[in-house]
């Protein structure tokens, strides 16, 4: 039979050998200013989102991310969907630059019938009353028509604005944040103009929109809160399920384990080859905090099972037996989320690569920490609260007496 229990001193030993180069790299994220450490991506730390596609269906998602590396934007991500658009997340961007300007009024022209009129305006602005006069006795039906006709056209030329609606051009400005219409002014228009230049005219336009600091600092405070309020939620849950505080904290531990495994990893290969996390990180965690407290919960309840059947032996031998009992059961369980997250990651496309990555190690993490770190740490605690009781309850050795 393997000891489990008996080798937790090496379990451990390999637990902070994974776990202290992360702490480290995750460290170095505010110390490095960024430059070190986890990088975020801009839902995290703001920049501008723009959905777009080409009318040439053959663009690819590396042509369009190469070219806006040449265009100032080497660290843009480019995602290609079902439907053609391609997502393209961008450092900030001002799109003040798109908005419609009052240039565009007076270019308005003219219609030939309005030009005369507008020179003759003052004097349609005074010949009204004499024609109001000469009506009833010459030709009320002329008069009638004419004062009419030169009313509109006195009050359209003092305000072109009026006319400029009708008669300008059809096509909308672009308007910022919900556009549909690609931008020419400003940096995304200097963007947009050389992107069709090189890939070809872009079709359609889905979104275009900025995401700023307050959004960004809401999100990682939500994401921060959301993971405690779960870790809390977890810990009451086992201590109430169990009737024992210590199989609640050493899950929670467990847990956070498996949190600090994940993100060192990040942190580290954010470093070494700039992967960046983004808002379904914050999903990929909580998933993988669900499904290691499960492994935890079948393995601590077999123990509670057998503390009954096996009444009087040592705790330690009666989680070892747990272990053994439910090992097979957590391997194949984790093995089958393995395999499926693999060929996502092969296969999934770069959409998903973070969010696959992030739950493949996280899962993997958690099998583990369940199996070699919360049941010992159990253990350990079990055997340390014996043994203060029994310091405490042992009777004291009477005094010789003094010759």
Not at 104 to 122: E, Y
């Amino acid at each position: 039979m393997f000891d489990v229990i008996g080798k937790k001193r090496w379990f451990f030993a390999f637990s902070l050998l994974i776990t202290i180069p992360g702490l480290i790299f995750i460290l170095l994220t505010p110390i490095s200013g960024g430059e070190a450490g986890l990088k975020f991506s801009i839902d995290y730390t703001g920049g501008t989102t723009w959905s777009i596609k080409f009318a040439d269906a053959t663009v690819t998602a590396e042509d369009v991310r190469a070219e806006l590396a040449t265009l100032g934007q080497p660290d843009a991500v480019v995602t290609k969907t079902g439907k053609g658009f391609f997502d393209i997340r961008l450092s900030k961007l001002d799109l003040r630059g798109v908005e419609p300007t009052p240039t565009p009024v007076p270019t308005v022209v003219p219609t030939p019938s309005a030009a005369p009129s507008s020179s003759a305006s003052p004097a349609a602005s005074i010949t009204p009353a004499p024609s109001a006069t000469a009506a009833p006795t010459t030709t009320p039906a002329p008069s009638a028509t004419t004062a009419p006709s030169g009313s509109p056209e006195a009050s359209a030329s003092p305000t072109p604005s009026g006319s400029a609606a009708p008669t300008g051009s059809p096509e909308p400005t672009a308007i910022p944040g919900s556009n549909t219409q690609v931008p020419t002014t400003g940096e995304i228009g200097r963007i947009a103009t050389a992107l069709q230049e090189a890939l070809g005219p872009i079709s359609e336009q889905a979104s275009l929109s900025s995401i700023g600091a307050v959004v960004s600092s809401d999100l990682i405070n939500q994401a921060v809160i959301l993971i405690l309020v779960g870790s809390l939620g977890i810990l009451g849950w086992i201590t109430l399920r169990f009737r024992d505080v210590k199989m609640g904290v050493t899950a929670l531990v467990a847990l956070l384990h498996d949190v600090i495994v994940v993100l060192g990893f990040f942190a580290i290969l954010g470093t070494l080859f700039n992967v960046e996390i983004d808002g379904l990180f914050v999903t990929a965690m909580l998933t993988v905090i669900g499904f290691s407290v499960h492994d935890t919960i079948v393995v601590f309840d077999r123990v509670r099972e057998n503390k009954v059947r096996h009444a009087g032996e040592p705790f330690a031998e009666i989680v070892n037996h747990s272990l053994l009992q439910t090992f097979g059961r957590s391997i194949t369980t984790s093995f089958t989320v393995v395999l499926t997250l693999t060929a996502l990651l092969l296969f999934g496309g770069s959409a998903t690569e973070e969010f696959v990555l992030a739950l493949l190690i996280g899962i993997v993490s958690g099998t583990y920490s369940s199996i070699f770190n919360a049941s010992p740490l159990l253990v350990v605690w079990q055997e340390w609260e014996d043994r203060r009781r029994g310091r405490l309850a042992a009777p004291r050795a009477p005094r010789r007496a003094s010759a």
